[in-house]
């Protein structure tokens, strides 16, 4: 499964940020033509996220459309949308495993003979979409991740919505974990404030400490930052390094288990020096020795 | 006749005399001798205060066909250029020679002027506004000499622009005409392109709002020179010195090329104890030094001084003692000018020692690196700074040719695409800076490093920065926005772009609309 | 081929964005353009070429078309075309045909 640290949101209107959209380096970009579009101007925008899908490189970002809900425009942005290959389609106020369904049967009307299959990354806005949240992630196996919307969600229960977040902790938890349970990725809800750079890395921090494996970012200037957090440290590299070599030291001895730093190197902590290891090499931060 | 950047220039200009072709940025060396003005004297008792422009004019007294000279420090805020010029309108004076050392969107009242027939002549290094687009359009009959920052001063020292009345607005002046820039409610900073005007021209006339006793402390420029002090209401706004061109940038792209230029510095081995840099005007040049600042926090390292071309950043890198001196030349923003005033790590400089090609060694030359911008740089590195696109005279290299000559690492930063246009092009329209003294073009779609600098080449690849080929980069810029159909101009030339050491380098013609 | 039976307009004169607005023509009229553009010496031939390319593969014919530009690429240009044609009530044959083509070949090597 491909990285997604940051997936940065492009008003899907606006052809001067959509033309650079791939020069922004974010692991996906999302071009946006729901709730960054007035209403009058939906028609362009599709017209215009479709044409830019055409002709536009966006070099190594992952091209991600957001529609329109199901309740409105949905149909038609896929059926303009969709030939042109997005790779991913992100859905928002998803609230049900039908609402899947319905967008697996919209897209599959007008995906073209041979074209890769469209993912799909439900987006949970809803105390209804919270509740179903594992329903959702396994609706498809299209279905590569699950992100979440937290200003939607807060505005519906009337709740007050915080930089520090505990009003949403309680989603962030579920989403985490129903993701998990269902094998796929987990994507934060975007920092909102533009210029709290500490704002942003300490609610990145805690994304990560959760266990989401990206963010959604509604600033280009928000994505080094996101990336920084999610990347390993040096420390934790090294840290993973010696784990894996001190197990195949093991191996070659014909001990069984080792003791890394005082503790007892057990199978989840190799499973997370390898994925470490793994993200680091995906990352380029390993040198040519440790590869 | 073709010099050795491959351009097509007259043997001989009748304002300008014969040309030297640009034949390599270190080839030339002088042999001549500097001017001698003419020496003045003043007895006890004379007064140099006068009481308006006009009187200055009838005392000298100013005749047709004078070279009058300005600086350009308060830049966009200056007034001191349109009330002269209006002064001589005024009296009736006509075929004067404006030599600025740059003209501002604030100097569009020299259309009139030159339409007029009162100016017919401009010598400067930097033309932008209604006056670069009249002169672009053939208004004047002789084509306008652009020089460089260090082109200027030396051209004034050799005797090659000869000065007649240098008008020298100072936000603080005593009455024998001792000059800052630094004191009084209109300080703009360093006087520096001021300095060579002050020492050769025949007359020289302060102009001041700021009139303080006898004697002024501390002295940018001594009374030694100086023959009259004229007092006005008002000598500009300093508010006017920042410009979209002073400012850092915000937008995400050109961050993104900062940061890169950053890191490419940092792979080139530099940024080591006394690491002395440069950032010239535009957004994204500017945001390097910020970047810069940021390296040399997280690696405990203090620079050794920033040149320039000053900016708040800068001055807040001094503050926090990351860099240790900044030499001035010209302030680009208030913290600049308020830094200049109050800290004596913070010193003033002549154009001529910031980068004259002709005196014992110029500040340039001890720059490690020195990051600028390009409105359009060719496969061959040459960069253009003067014309637009469109043809249309924008600019002028400002110190930009002389500052890629002297540092040791020269770095370009650019949008491939401006609006639509690419910046990387198979030929420059007008060459002004040579592609010998550009080493690393930046973009956000790729770095290209010139092939004459294999070192810089390998690492950057050791550091892990992946490269292109600049004609690579032309292609993407191509494939996205389409291949641009070249402007035709016509045959008339309106400018001489003329290289520091007094060749010409290239030539401006004139636009067909 | 079809006609235009009212006046629309799509895009904006944001930067890298156009102003398309769309004018019925006289019959016979063929497709005209009136482009003010400020980049119209390095691209007003490619402007020009893209509105008749993408009206042409509608089958829209006697129409003025009208161009504000600020230097949009050729894909806002259509974009921004085929939007103000949607909005004079034409029914928009398939667009953009051949994009499964050019995106395997993204997949496949790039």
Redesign the interface.
């Known amino acids: 499964m491909r990285l997604r640290r940051t997936m940065q949101f492009i008003p899907g209107n606006n052809p001067g940020m959509v033309q650079n959209g791939g020069v922004l380096g974010a692991d996906s970009i999302i071009l946006d033509v729901e709730d960054a579009i007035t209403l009058r101007e939906k028609d362009a925008a599709r017209l215009l996220v479709a044409s830019a899908l055409h002709s536009i490189n966006f070099y190594k970002s992952e091209k991600v459309v957001r529609i329109n809900s199901i309740d409105t425009f949905a149909r038609e942005d896929i059926n303009m949308i969709v030939p042109c290959g997005p790779e991913a389609i992100l859905i928002p106020k998803t609230h049900c495993a039908a609402d899947v369904h319905q967008v697996v049967e919209w897209i599959k009307a007008v995906e073209r003979p041979g074209q890769k299959p469209v993912k799909l990354i439900p987006q949970i806005e809803s105390p209804q979409g919270l509740i179903e949240a594992y329903a959702i992630a396994v609706a498809d196996p299209r279905v590569e991740a699950l992100a979440l919307g937290a200003e939607d969600y807060t505005a519906t229960l009337s709740a007050q919505r915080t930089k520090e977040g505990t009003e949403i902790l309680t989603m962030r938890m579920i989403v985490v974990n129903a993701a998990a349970a269902a094998g796929i990725q987990s994507i934060d809800t975007p920092f909102t404030d533009v210029n709290d750079e500490d704002g942003l890395i300490r609610d990145t921090l805690l994304a990560k400490q959760l266990g989401f494996k990206g963010k959604l970012s509604i600033n280009p200037r928000h994505v080094d930052i996101i990336h920084q957090v999610f990347s390993p440290t040096a420390k934790e590299v090294e840290w993973a390094l010696r784990i894996i070599s001190g197990l195949k030291q093991a191996a070659k001895e014909g001990s069984g288990v080792i003791t890394v730093d005082g503790k007892m190197v057990d199978k989840p902590i190799v499973d997370r020096a390898e994925r470490v290891v793994q993200l680091a090499r995906t990352l380029g931060l390993l040198k040519e020795a440790e590869k | 006749m073709k010099n050795s950047v491959n351009r097509e220039i007259p043997e001989r200009v009748d304002n300008y005399g014969e040309v030297t072709p640009f034949n390599g940025a270190f080839t030339l060396i002088p042999t001549m001798n500097r001017q001698a003005p003419r020496v003045k004297s003043c007895l006890p008792g004379d007064i140099k205060l006068v009481d308006s422009l006009e009187e200055v004019f009838r005392r000298i007294p100013v005749k047709d066909g004078m070279t009058l000279s300005f600086h350009h420090h308060l830049r966009n805020g200056d007034y001191v250029l349109n009330m002269v010029m209006d002064t001589a309108a005024k009296l009736g004076l006509r075929n004067l020679k404006v030599a600025a050392s740059s003209i501002h969107l604030v100097h569009a009242p020299l259309v009139a002027h030159m339409k007029s027939g009162v100016v017919t002549e401009i010598d400067t290094s930097y033309l932008g506004g209604e006056a670069a687009k009249a002169v672009s359009a053939g208004i004047l009959d002789k084509p306008v000499i652009l020089r460089s920052h260090g082109g200027r001063p030396r051209a004034i020292e050799c005797g090659q622009l000869k000065i007649d009345v240098a008008f020298i607005a100072a936000s603080a002046a005593d009455d024998c005409g001792n000059l800052n820039g630094v004191s009084g409610p209109s300080a703009c900073g360093s006087l520096g392109y001021a300095m060579a005007d002050a020492e050769y021209a025949d007359w020289v006339v302060a102009v001041t709002d700021n009139l303080v006793e006898y004697p002024l402390a501390p002295i940018s420029i001594p009374q030694t020179r100086v023959d009259y002090v004229v007092r006005v209401d008002c000598i500009g706004d300093p508010k006017g010195i920042v410009s979209s061109t002073t400012n850092i940038t915000r937008d995400?792209?050109g961050?993104?090329i900062a940061?890169t230029a950053a890191k490419v510095i940092e792979a080139a081995g530099l940024i080591k104890p006394g690491f002395s840099f440069q950032t010239g005007v535009g957004g994204a040049s500017l945001a390097v030094a910020h970047y810069l600042g940021k390296m040399l926090e997280a690696k405990g390292v203090t620079a050794g001084f920033a040149l320039g071309g000053i900016t708040g950043t800068m001055v807040d890198l001094l503050n926090k003692g990351l860099v240790k001196r900044i030499i001035d030349v010209q302030g680009f923003d208030l913290d600049a000018v308020r830094s200049l005033a109050s800290n004596p790590d913070h010193v003033e400089i002549s154009g001529s020692f910031y980068a004259s090609p002709f005196n014992a060694g110029c500040a340039v030359n001890r720059l490690d690196t020195v990051v600028l911008g390009a409105t359009e740089i060719d496969v061959h590195f040459n960069v253009n700074v003067v014309t637009g696109?469109?043809g249309v005279i924008m600019g002028g290299s400002g110190g930009h040719s002389d500052a890629a000559a002297g540092a040791k690492v020269t770095v370009i930063v650019a949008n491939l695409l401006r609006?639509?246009?690419p910046t990387v092009v198979d030929n420059v329209l007008t060459v002004t800076t040579p592609g010998e003294t550009i080493d690393v073009l930046v973009t956000?779609?790729g770095i290209a490093v010139n092939p004459l600098r294999q070192d810089l080449k390998k690492a950057m690849s050791d550091a892990?920065l992946p490269l292109v080929d600049i004609r690579e980069l032309k292609e993407e810029a191509e494939?996205?926005?389409?291949i641009?159909?070249q402007?035709v101009t016509k045959d008339r030339i309106v400018a001489l772009v003329e290289y520091r050491d007094g060749s010409i380098i290239d030539v401006v013609r004139q636009t067909e609309i | 081929m079809r006609k235009v039976t009212k006046i629309a307009q799509a895009g904006s004169i944001e930067s890298n964005d156009a102003i398309i607005t769309i004018v019925p023509g006289e019959a016979g009229s063929g497709v005209s353009t009136d482009i003010e553009s400020s980049v119209l010496i390095q691209y007003g031939d490619a402007i020009k070429q893209v509105i008749a390319k993408t009206l042409a593969e509608q089958s829209i014919s006697d129409v003025c078309v009208k161009v504000i530009d600020r230097g949009a690429l050729d894909c806002t240009i259509r974009a921004r075309v085929l939007a103000a044609l949607l909005r004079t009530g034409v029914e928009l044959k398939e667009v953009f045909v051949d994009a499964a083509e050019k995106n395997d070949a993204v997949y496949s090597g790039k």
């Open positions: 995400p792209i961050l993104r940061q696109s469109d609006g639509r246009l956000e779609r892990g494939s996205i926005a389409g641009p159909r402007i």
